[in-house]
């Protein structure tokens, strides 16, 4: 049990480093030094251990920048303590995206993909499948929708004024499991 959450904590906090630097081999060596902090420090008086994960991410993200002579931009690290959740939140219910995309009807799948993966602009969709725009706006519009409800189906999903989604708990054991998506999330989608 102690393995899987673990295990779905270094995820997420792979996930939301290597959004901030564009090297794998660093993301993943900050990642192991968040963790190799954690087994230094004393954790007892810390209240939300995967805040303090994250505010250490956050930390060590713009000592990198510094030691390496990076320009860097503090708006470019949206992180702080009020919107751990949400950040995390997103990031694990995006690595669940694929395996929601793969259950629609080839039609819209082939168009989620490639607007919503590769975020390719709809109207080289258009070019490329030879489709009418419109027909692509509406379909992408149509594909979303198919999405939400899938996740919807999946999970309860918490979100604040703003619709941004603040947190998410898996409803039923009727998701989806593949070993690289939501499977391991330990009461999470």
């Not at 564009?22 to 954790?43: E, G, R, Y």
């Not at 209240?47 to 994960?53: A, C, I, R």
């Not at 198919?146 to 708990?169: G, P």
Request: net charge negative.
């Amino acid at each position: 049990m102690m393995e899987i959450q673990i295990d779905t904590l270094y995820k997420s906090l792979y996930i939301f480093i290597k959004n901030r630097i564009n090297n794998n081999a660093d993301a993943q060596d900050i990642t192991q030094d968040v963790f190799l902090k954690l087994s230094s420090s004393n954790t007892e008086e810390v209240k939300n251990l995967k805040s303090w994960m994250f505010t250490v991410a956050k930390n060590s993200i713009i000592d990198y920048y510094r030691k390496n002579n990076y320009h860097y931009n503090s708006e470019e690290l949206p992180y702080t303590e009020d919107n751990d959740n949400n950040t995390v939140a997103v990031e694990e219910l995006s690595t669940c995206m694929l395996t929601f995309i793969n259950q629609l009807p080839a039609d819209y799948k082939e168009l989620m993909l490639l607007s919503e993966i590769n975020n390719m602009p709809q109207k080289e969709i258009a070019e490329q499948l030879g489709i009418n725009y419109a027909t692509v706006r509406s379909k992408v519009q149509r594909g979303r929708d198919k999405l939400k409800k899938l996740f919807t189906d999946c999970c309860n999903i918490e979100q604040d004024a703003r619709n941004s989604i603040i947190d998410y708990e898996e409803k039923t054991n009727s998701c989806q499991s593949d070993p690289y998506d939501c499977s391991d999330k330990n009461d999470k989608c």
